[in-house]
């Protein structure tokens, strides 16, 4: 899987989670790479218009007890 526009080095992310305490590889952060640009490429928003109809939806004039 191959990703034109990665802004994210091999190298930094190996940095990044070396901060954290995780060791990996080259190879290891350039598949932890593809996986979180893969999650983000197919990562959908809803709509405003989804979320505040599912609010009024929900929503009853009914006091709980």
Known sequence: MSFIDKKVSDKRAIAIL???GIQVSEE???IILD???LV???YNK????QEAESL???R???KRP
């Open 46 to 49: 809803p709509d405003e218009d």
């Open 18 to 20: 070396a901060k954290n």
């Open 28 to 30: 290891e952060a350039g």
């Open 35 to 37: 996986f979180l640009y």
């Open 40 to 42: 983000a490429k197919n």
């Open 56 to 58: 009024r939806r929900n």
């Open 60 to 62: 009853t004039l009914k």
